[in-house]
């Protein structure tokens, strides 16, 4: 399996502030999502990165509030913008569709970055 | 949209089956699939089910049920590092998941 990293692995930020988490995968893949997991809870996808265009967004999830980008097949950004306590939560970025895996569905996930606003 | 059911706890003893039941109401249906996440880690994939049946790998085994929109999760023999979070998720079309609440198993001694 690829190797995915993120950084930062954590963060403790102001309200107010912004904070632009990377996603790194040392291969190229298909697709590129990032989700958000409070303690305790399950996944909430925010949205799919897409290559080259503006991303795809779920429902109550916006583009001024979580700026995504794509640049190239390996690399990703999520910003959480304007920053308050009830954006404390994990973050993590997943992919699908990495070379030489057999079931191209399956989603690898980064380790996360855990977000405190204060 | 999509909705999934799973029991948010289950305990068992070591050497115990446990079997994690998810049932799920969806707009698009591709398939199920379940992840595993240990405390502070990234969830991890288990097992994937498009058609109805059993799929078994190693200790666990997965179940789909398409006309009951349901699937569970087998765990056997279990072992003190099987304590987790185990989440189903419905696979839809365009690759996207959509994960339950997940269920916390607590293995005892």
């Known amino acids: 399996s690829a190797v995915i990293s993120q950084k930062p692995s954590r963060d403790i930020c102001q309200r107010g502030t912004s904070l632009t988490i990377q996603c790194q995968v040392d291969?190229?893949?298909?697709?590129m999502f990032w989700y958000r997991q409070q303690p305790g809870q399950s996944l909430t996808l925010i949205a799919t990165a897409n290559q080259g265009s503006e991303a795809t967004y779920e429902s109550g999830f916006v583009i001024d509030k979580f700026p995504i980008s794509r640049p190239n097949l390996t690399f990703s950004t999520l910003t959480v913008s304007n920053m308050s306590p009830e954006d404390s939560s994990i973050y993590l970025c997943?992919?699908?569709?990495?070379?030489?895996?057999?079931?191209?569905?399956?989603?690898?996930f980064g380790p996360g970055t855990r977000l405190t606003v204060l | 949209g999509q909705s999934l059911e799973q029991p948010s706890e289950v305990t068992a003893v070591e050497g115990a089956i446990v079997q994690i039941n998810c049932t799920y109401q969806?707009?698009?249906?591709?398939?199920l699939s379940w992840y595993q996440q240990h405390d502070g880690g990234a969830p991890t994939f288990l097992s994937y089910?498009?058609?109805?049946g059993l799929e078994e790998t190693g200790r666990f085994s997965s179940f789909l049920s398409r006309s009951d929109s349901y699937g569970y999760l087998l765990l056997q023999e279990l072992q003190m590092k099987d304590s987790a979070s185990y989440f189903c998720?419905?696979?839809?079309?365009?690759?996207?998941?959509?994960f339950g609440g997940g269920t916390r198993l607590m293995v005892k001694p």
């Open positions: 998720a419905v696979l839809d079309a365009g690759n996207m998941l959509t």
């Open positions: 291969s190229q893949v298909t697709m």
């Open positions: 969806t707009s698009g249906f591709y398939g």
């Open positions: 997943s992919v699908v569709g990495l070379a030489g895996i057999k079931r191209d569905n399956e989603q690898f």
């Open positions: 089910n498009a058609l109805d």
